[in-house]
Structures are given as C-alpha cells and as structure tokens.
C-alpha cells in the first residue's frame, strides 16, 4: 500500500469497484479496500437486476448469472396467485462471482484492490477530508488521498465519519432471515421469481417468505 493516492475507495461492492474502475481508467492512482476476507461473500441481496439498468456499468455475462426471470409470482397462503411480467427482462446474478468480476476488472483498469482492509477513521487536513485510516493484519495505516469514495453500503460509517447523515429513520427497517438454499431447482420453475406470503409460513411477520427461481447454491430470501 503507497502512503498516497489520487482516489481511495472504501468498499468493494458494485458501487466501490465501479467507481474504482472508472477512476483507474481514465489515469488517476486509485486504493480499493475492502474489510472482508474474500469480495462477494457474503452479500445481503436477493441478486434480481434488470439486464438494461446494467449495461451501463457491465455487459451482462453468463458466467455470473444464474437465471433469466419472465415472471414474478405472488402467492398467498390459500394457495392463490399472481404471476406478471417484469418490466425490463430481469437476472438472477450470482453476486460471488459478479462482485468478484467487478473487482477483476478495476484491477485490470490500473486500481489496487485489497482486501481484509478496514477503514477505521479519516484524515483531515484544514478541515476536510485528506485520506482514511485503514487496518490490516492488525497493523494502522494512514493513507492519504485526494478523493475518498465512501462505497461502503447503505449505511455508510465512511459518510458519516464525514458528517453525512447515513443512518436511515427505524421506520425503513425490517427484520428478515436470509436463507441460501441448494438442491431446490427441480421443484421451481428457473424463470419464475417467486413471493410467498402468509402467516402459515412466518407468523406474526409483514412479510411471510419469498422464494427465488434460481440455479442451485444461490439465493433465496
Ligand atoms: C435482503 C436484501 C435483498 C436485496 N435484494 C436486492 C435485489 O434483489 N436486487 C438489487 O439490485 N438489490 C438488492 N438489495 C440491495 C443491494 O444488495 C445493495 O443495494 C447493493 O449491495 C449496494 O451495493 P454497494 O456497492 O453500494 O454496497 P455493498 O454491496 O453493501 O458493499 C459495501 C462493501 O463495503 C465493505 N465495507 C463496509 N464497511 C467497510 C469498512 N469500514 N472498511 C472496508 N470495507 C468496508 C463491505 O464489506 C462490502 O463489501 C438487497 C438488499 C438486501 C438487504
């Protein structure tokens, strides 16, 4: 790790491997961290994304796509449902290997990509935001930069170490399992994004249970 980059991402997710990628790309030194052990896993997602809202970023590939969805279906606990169309055609990704492929290639764009790397804090200079205190292996390292992209999730600590407000009202929250669930593919139908809800499958919840059509070893939630 240098002491110094133009640009330090914080967050090896879609958004900090993209930003990463674009930043190397067009010539700037560019630190990509990331505080898990191996990007991809494991990852809160249900992995739907519409194929079009993609290209911009990726070009779809088959090789971390787990299904191709031509319906969603609503099921009720009586057994009834309702099955529509998506609007844009709809993938299962496969978000180990799609989140992987992102990083690969900020990699190959020019950017250092480590992870097991924890942001811990930021450095100011005059008042502003002059680079980010990381850990690895047990060790402190003051890294500076000239930009520092807080890529680190929805709730951002990097943000808020910042003075953003990250945190969202309790109101946006709710409390979910999420299951991966292997040796299913013989029982759904693989192009059928399933919802089940209902009290007989999780009682006292909003939300009973959903299920995704997907290939085995992916996710369902
Ligand atoms: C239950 C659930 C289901 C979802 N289903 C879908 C879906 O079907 N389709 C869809 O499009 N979206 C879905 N989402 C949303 C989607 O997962 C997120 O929008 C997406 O992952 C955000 O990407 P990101 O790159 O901003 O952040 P993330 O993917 O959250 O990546 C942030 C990265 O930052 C790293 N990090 C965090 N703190 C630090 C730190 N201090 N130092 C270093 N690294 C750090 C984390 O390890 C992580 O790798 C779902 C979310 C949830 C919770």
């Known amino acids: 790790m240098k002491a110094a980059y133009d640009v330090m991402v914080v967050g090896a997710g879609p958004a900090g491997s993209t930003a990463a990628r674009v930043a190397a790309a067009r010539g700037m030194s560019v630190l990509l961290i990331d505080k898990r052990q191996e990007i991809g896993s494991l990852v809160r997602c249900a992995e739907a994304v519409g194929a079009e809202s993609l290209r911009p970023y990726i070009e779809p590939d088959e090789r971390w796509i787990n299904a191709h969805i031509s319906a969603y279906a609503v099921w009720n606990s009586a057994g009834d449902h309702v099955s529509v169309p998506p609007t844009e055609p709809t993938l299962i990704v496969e978000r180990k290997v799609f989140d992987r492929e992102l990083a690969h290639l ?14 811990v804090g930021l450095l100011h ?24 992209i807080a ?45 089940h809800l209902g009290p007989s499958l999780a009682p006292g919840a909003m939300r009973g249970c959903s299920r995704r059509a997907t290939t085995p070893l992916t996710s369902g939630w």
């Open 125 to 148: 200079e005059n008042g502003a935001v002059a680079g980010v205190k990381t850990r690895s292996q047990g060790k402190d390292y003051a890294v500076k930069a000239k930009l520092v």
């Open 106 to 119: 900020a990699a190959k764009a020019g950017a250092e990509v480590r992870a097991k790397t924890s942001a």
């Open 151 to 195: 890529a680190d999730g929805t709730e951002s600590q990097v943000a808020r170490w910042a003075g953003l407000k990250t945190v969202p009202p309790m109101r946006d929250y709710y409390s979910a399992f999420q299951y991966l669930l292997s040796g299913v593919n013989h029982m759904v139908d693989q192009t059928e994004c399933q919802y």
